[in-house]
């Protein structure tokens, strides 16, 4: 398979994700992956939020079953999860349990406005979506002095916001050129277990 | 304080978790406890099922205000909390981080078709949510023989569906009346803390 | 009971826990608690490493059980507790599970490198000890200026160490004096239950 | 490469995780893997207990690098790993830190008394340990209705004990075989990602 297809779904209410998928977009394209962006239906939403990208189209059912691998991007909401990202998962349980997502590949993103609070949790917790699904999870690891420049978090990148924004773009940009393309040489590598090795078909 | 207020925050989709927290109810009210016992509002729901326990209240800010003590409980859906269950948790996030529930009790149950898939992530999730609103966590423990008649879930009372019910309800009885006995006490004991040793009140 | 006793067990090789155990001591201390400090025996020890605070005196099962309240702070080791730690958890697990430690209170501390890399988990892998054990968890929340100054840990104080040393001793002992003032609070008010209600004793 | 390399690690006080060991090697041998079976050493000994397999190899550095994947199997102890398997990570903490286990592939097993008591847990944290390490991951997911019949741990392998033996070897057996032949044969599609693409060298 010469072209890896990798979806990026995620989850704003206030920019910083919609941001960051779009710099993951471009990182993965980058590296040679068709890629597609698509947010999730917010379901929690404050009455005075207009909430971000809302222009942007929906994630469904063919995006799923479209890619080879998936890369979700939500914000810390009490330490866990989107209430919105989590519908999304709820709404495609029974495709993942009769294995529509078996081996393909799976990593994670997250940010939040404190150094700790639930940035490790939404990524773990993230994985633990990829593992049910019967994904081969792809977590950034502490081995590499690139990751750390975004302070050492080994199980999916994860952004400290700075007033609501993603800081210093020059770097998330140069961790996620290194992930992604890390991320996409190992979904080209394993699609073919899944029969899918032909061009991008 | 003679009299802890307890409120039961439940997720339901096929009925479990409304019986649950039926369950708890009585084991409470025996205990002493005047109690609370709430839905949330279903946001993730497949377009065929009418969710149970519709006809019941459904929990809001006033509730929280009110308890001295909380216990949340939600299904697995794909080994985490409900997106329902997330969705009201989110929506409260600002008073939590205002402080409104600091030093009040928290003890969570969760249920699931298999015995792994998530029992133990659903009431970790959520005692980090209880964590987080800066409440006192009473998780149950491997320490007594009681609790362990449900297989040892140690961070919350879990429970493995049986055709979608609560497998025997006797033994479900016995272990709620010993874990709620013991989480009203502890919610009498401290919460005197906040300023409430009146009577109820 | 007037005097809450707490015990201090950290696992320390370089000497940050050693430090952040003597702070911990100190606030307790302040708060009006009586208060043990103890190491726990090195099980990992690189050969040219000689250990921080081998001068201290061990922690024992007297100890355990002489305590009302336990403080316990780590390393990240690879994201998780240091071994060390985790054997004197082993050790005591049959004494736990005799419900020794049962209705006592526990917090959690750790410290790491990186701000990201296991500091969530290592208090969290502490926070389920002391659930098995059946204590009472006091996390120190997101709901506290205060204990946003350490940036937003809710499930226990952790610290990104500089240089190997608790940066800020000023913030660190602010952030102490309130979430171990609280705790000493907590650990008087639920003391009754266990039957340790006179005076310190 | 025509023969991936896998390293199964293994920590057994009583002799549950031998035993589990020694059925995945011989999965893993029937899917065509060179396998080497290793224990660690133990910590944290009970005075009056002779650890299983003490004749059998000590993992060690070298095992570590040869290996293009690895199963990590650990008891649940007070609901964690191991303190023993623990030591063994932290002592090669440097050497996975400098990269050198970076797309090797990791799984993870656990056994325990109990259903709950930890079993998502260690097997959580063990993968936590993969992730820092820079390991691509492959958990067993719930998409699989052999799987399932272990009750649907996603997150790896485990196993509730009966007398402290494996129960039903036959379905042990059956779903040893589908995930590690499924490892496998990712380990050997992602072998040539880290130049390993040779017969077996």
């Known amino acids: 398979m ?65 890619a080879d691998g998936f890369v979700f991007t939500s914000p810390s909401h009490t330490g866990l ?33 404190f150094a700790h609070s639930g940035q490790e949790r939404v990524v773990d917790d993230l994985n633990a979506v990829g593992a049910s699904w019967g994904c081969i999870l792809v977590p950034p690891s502490t081995a590499s002095a690139t990751m750390n420049k975004l302070d050492g978090n080994p199980y999916g990148l994860s952004f400290v916001l700075n007033h609501g924004q993603i800081p ?11 992930h992604l393309g890390r991320f996409a040489a190992i979904t080209r590598a394993v699609a073919p277990l899944r029969g899918r090795d032909g061009a991008s078909d």
């Open 2 to 66: 010469s072209t890896p297809r990798i979806l990026i779904v995620f989850s704003s209410l206030f920019g910083a994700n919609s941001s960051l998928g779009a710099l993951a977009q471009s990182a993965l394209t980058d590296a040679g992956a068709e890629v597609r962006i698509r947010r999730v239906r917010e379901v929690a939403l404050p009455s005075d939020v207009q909430p971000a990208a809302q222009n942007q189209p929906l994630a469904d059912a063919d995006d799923l079953a479209w």
């Open 81 to 113: 999860l989107s209430a919105s990202i989590k519908a999304f998962i709820d709404e495609h349980h029974d495709a993942a349990v009769a294995g529509h997502y078996f081996n393909k590949t799976f990593t994670a993103m997250a940010t939040a406005a």
């Open 168 to 178: 210093d773009p020059a770097i998330a940009r140069e961790v996620l050129n290194e």
